[in-house]
């Protein structure tokens, strides 16, 4: 069941009342379902982090059946998380906070709700009394998906578009320049961030603008706002790396390769936790060590023998140490 932002607004009032009176300190727990709450930031449809949320979620409530039951809310403004997350944590056992951006919203109102549990997809942070986080590492996959783009790269240029100018959508990007410059030391390197994971214009521009400086390879961590970058390089005849999940079978020609981030697989660890009866605070890694559903990188087009085999001696070498990558 989702709830969308018009009928979020209606019903936080109605919870905000009765969190002032205490009428939900605690999520209703009947005999039944494991009740499970959902905030998924932007669009389930965005082909991106937000889509491999949605699905992951789909995925647990395809293997937990009638064990659980979920209610996720989307596209919610970052100044309208803490009421959204007050909605959920008022009617559920577990709330999920389905990207970094709901991190502060979630321990604000976690502190509110002490016997709710807390899960957040992304971001690097201690566990709390009631709070897990798991780390996507988001800079660990830019550097094998810089690696790639320096293998493919015909012009000698590459580039990155950021969202939000936060510590993990940075360092991804300066991963992605360090695994470009691992494979050719000269390459160049171009890297822009719009102030907005959605803003398609903004993303169209800085893509035009790295374009202009010769790169025809680009990667992203972005939401809606992938949708500028691919108009760019569709006008202009350049390449894409995806972020998040495996569409190579979509056999989009703008993309050559996307990357593995594993959100979804986060997501349905948390669930998979709470049926089991294992959920418990705590800071978890995922990354390549949790194997290629978490983490990996999949060559769509122009893969050859010996840049498979340089992809997979960067990848032990990042799991070994031997190559270290700034944390998110």
Not at 91 to 117: C, D, H
Not at 239 to 256: E, F, T
Not at 283 to 296: E, I, N, S, T, V
Request: glycine share 10%.
């Amino acid at each position: 069941m989702s709830i969308h932002r018009r009928a979020l607004l209606k019903t936080t009032a109605l919870s905000a009342v009765a969190v002032a009176t205490g009428r939900f300190v605690t999520p209703a727990m009947a005999e039944g379902p494991i009740k499970i709450g959902i905030l998924i930031p932007g669009s389930k449809s965005d082909h991106g982090w937000m889509e491999s949320a949605y699905n992951g979620m789909k995925d647990a409530e395809a293997r937990h059946g009638n064990k659980i039951k979920v209610t996720y809310i989307e596209n919610v403004k970052f100044a309208d998380m803490e009421q959204a997350l007050v909605t959920l944590a008022s009617k559920n056992e577990l709330v999920i906070g389905a990207a970094g951006q709901t991190q502060e919203s979630v321990l604000k109102v976690a502190k509110r709700f002490p016997k709710v549990k807390f899960s957040i997809v992304g971001p690097a942070g201690q566990p709390t009394a009631n709070v897990s986080q798991y780390d996507i590492m988001q800079a660990q996959i830019g550097f094998v998906a810089g690696a790639v783009a320096a293998m493919l790269s015909k012009n000698g240029a590459v580039s990155y578009v950021g969202g939000y100018e936060i510590p993990a959508i940075v360092n991804t990007g300066k991963e992605f320049g360090n695994g470009a410059k691992y494979i050719k030391p000269n390459i160049k390197y171009i890297e822009n961030y719009t102030g907005d994971f959605d803003d398609v214009a903004k993303a169209k521009e800085a893509t035009l603008a790295a374009i202009a400086q010769g790169a025809d390879v680009h990667y992203n961590i972005l939401n809606l706002g992938v949708r500028g970058m691919e108009q760019a390089a569709r006008e202009k005849g350049t390449k894409m790396i995806g972020s998040y999940s495996d569409y190579c079978a979509d056999k989009n020609p703008l993309y050559v390769a996307y990357t593995i981030s594993g959100v979804g697989f986060m997501l349905a660890y948390a669930i998979d936790q709470i049926v089991a009866g294992t959920w418990h605070p705590e800071y978890k890694q995922f990354g390549l060590a949790m194997g290629p559903r978490a983490a990996g990188i999949s060559i769509c087009t122009g893969a050859t023998p010996e840049m498979n085999a340089k992809v997979q001696e960067i990848e032990k070498d990042l799991l070994s140490g031997k190559i270290k990558v700034l944390a998110d």
